[in-house]
């Protein structure tokens, strides 16, 4: 008797119709594409894209040239060149980021004492050659404008817990 | 339209005319099929999608339209990769002999009453031998290519084909048993009448209620004759090779189109012999190309369902499925349905 609802279960491709009713109801479930251009998901305030170099708010460069970034950066990808300024004050005369070197792990950001290499939560920068990856110091003090009100509110957010 | 005909065939000629209306026809028939292959892929595509909470294609033109025309163009440009070693005019012959004859079959499909390129009287038996010929196709390739590994996808597609074909076949025997012709037009208005037909539920004497085994079987083995998924061992492309593995652009596309345009050949002979045709599912609604159409697009749309469901067979159960389960279940229903007829609660009368 089981074998003969078993045939008849098998010719009426019930199992199978099953297994259709499952994809069948997902034809109109709600879909959980991003259309990436137009829209983009929420970001972390910790989110870690692009560097950015601050400045004070009276204009002066955060950065004191202590090298420590260059030193926790596990991918060597920070380069540092440092001379003394006309007021004989340390400071960085070459600030390079090598985007293709960088793995965005954010230990730079971490070691900096005066909080000035910092990354920003922009990530849309690809560019078309090898050059314009590498990012120069008046690049990164531009994106540090640019981003200046995002990076001090998630910094503010984050203090907590530093 | 007799305006039309007399002015051609004075102009023209009788004979030179008549070829031109044939050739006029088989336009009339491949450029929409052209267009219909062109949006299943897209159809296919926005479906599997849907079914996988994806959105599909909808970068090219508004809801990806123009996605098609794009993968064509694509296609279009790139080289066609000849193997040394290949043997160049067969190589080059195979996809053609694999899209030849799903163009070439719609020739005695009846679109609606009367309305038919080739009115013949062996349609049935001219199907069944024209989409044979599509496994040169695919042994062609496979052979032409000079790759072990093509060669052993075409001998595994070909087996499948010939395996699939003959369930195939057996299932068409029993059709033509009931509705008692080889044309295809009279097969479907032999679906047309019976006791539910009388009713006005004509839609339970169609051919697929009382042959129910055979409709199921029939289904199954068009999804496999058309290498669609779970029965793509001919394509196969992530565990075992196929038979197309050396081919690329334009021959390649070929081969797809040849997919696709029997997938459609499949469904509309699906619904011709089983569904009714251009029959209303009602008696209260007209008859007409509308209701075929809307077969058509049904069946093709549970191809794709199917497709988006079910994991790919093994090569053995593939084989265990065609000659141990459907080619004697195709016996024995024949010999049900012959005792059938043959008793006094026969229902094709």
């Known amino acids: 008797m089981s074998s003969m609802k078993e045939i008849f279960g098998s010719f009426l491709l019930r199992e199978l119709f099953g297994g259709l009713a499952v994809t069948g109801r997902y034809l109109f479930a709600p879909k959980t594409t991003v259309r990436y251009p137009e829209e983009k998901i929420p970001q972390s305030p910790r989110f870690r894209g692009l560097h950015a170099l601050r400045r004070y708010p009276d204009g002066e460069e955060r950065c004191v040239a202590c090298k420590l970034c260059e030193a926790a950066c596990p991918s060597m990808a920070i380069t540092i060149e440092i001379a003394p300024d006309e007021n004989g004050k340390r400071c960085t005369t070459r600030y390079d980021i090598d985007m293709m070197k960088c793995i965005f792990c954010g230990f730079c950001a971490e ?3 005066a909080d000035a290499i910092v990354e920003t939560r922009f990530y849309e920068y690809s560019a078309e050659s090898r050059d314009a ?8 003090l531009e994106n540090g404008e640019r981003c200046e009100e995002q990076i001090a509110e998630d910094l503010g957010r984050d203090m907590k817990y530093r | 339209m007799d305006m039309l005909r007399q002015f051609g065939q004075d102009m023209l000629g009788p004979a030179v005319f008549m070829v031109a209306a044939t050739l006029a026809k088989i336009v009339c028939i491949t450029l929409p099929l052209m267009l219909c292959v062109a949006y299943l892929t897209l159809l296919e595509r926005k479906i599997i999608g849907w079914m996988q909470t994806r959105l599909g294609p909808n970068r090219v033109g508004p809801f990806g339209l123009f996605q098609p025309l794009a993968d064509g163009l694509k296609l279009l440009l790139k080289e066609i990769v000849i ?3 290949a043997d160049k005019w067969v190589f080059l012959a195979a996809p053609v002999f694999s899209i030849a004859p799903a163009l070439a079959a719609w020739a005695v499909v009846p679109f609606d009453d009367g309305v038919v390129l080739a009115d013949i009287n062996a349609g049935l038996l001219y199907l069944m031998a024209i989409t044979s010929v599509g496994v040169y196709g695919v042994v062609l390739a496979g052979w032409s290519s000079n790759s072990r590994y ?3 996808g075409g001998m595994r597609s070909a087996a499948q084909l010939i395996s699939y074909e003959i369930a195939m076949g057996l299932s068409l025997v029993v059709v033509l048993m009931v509705s008692n ?5 009279d097969i479907v208005n032999a679906q047309g009448k ?4 009388g009713m006005g539920v004509s839609f339970l004497s169609w051919n697929w209620l009382p042959l129910f085994p055979v409709f199921v079987v029939y289904m199954v083995s068009i999804v496999a004759e058309t290498n669609r998924a779970p029965f793509d061992m001919a394509e196969g492309e992530s565990e075992i090779i196929g038979f197309h593995l050396e081919y690329s652009g334009l021959a390649f596309s070929l081969f797809y189109v040849a997919e696709y345009a029997s997938m459609i050949l499949c469904s509309a002979i699906a619904s011709i012999l089983f569904l009714g045709g251009w029959l209303s599912p009602l008696g209260c609604f007209p008859d007409g190309f509308h209701w075929l159409a809307a077969k058509i697009f049904i069946v093709l749309v549970s191809f794709l369902w199917i497709r988006a469901t079910f994991p790919r067979y093994r090569y053995d159960q593939v084989m265990r499925l065609g000659w141990k389960v459907f080619i004697p279940v195709c016996i024995a229903w024949m010999g049900v349905v012959g005792i ?8 094709w009368k």
Request: aromatic share 14%; with cysteine; glycine share 8%.
């Open chain 1, 111 to 113: 070691a900096c004492p």
């Open chain 1, 133 to 140: 990856l590498v990012w120069t110091k008046d690049m990164l």
């Open chain 2, 83 to 85: 193997p040394s070693g």
């Open chain 2, 150 to 152: 093509a060669f052993l």
């Open chain 2, 181 to 185: 012709s080889l044309n295809l037009g």
């Open chain 2, 194 to 197: 019976g006791l539910f037909a």
């Open chain 2, 340 to 347: 059938w007829m043959m008793s006094p609660w026969s229902v």
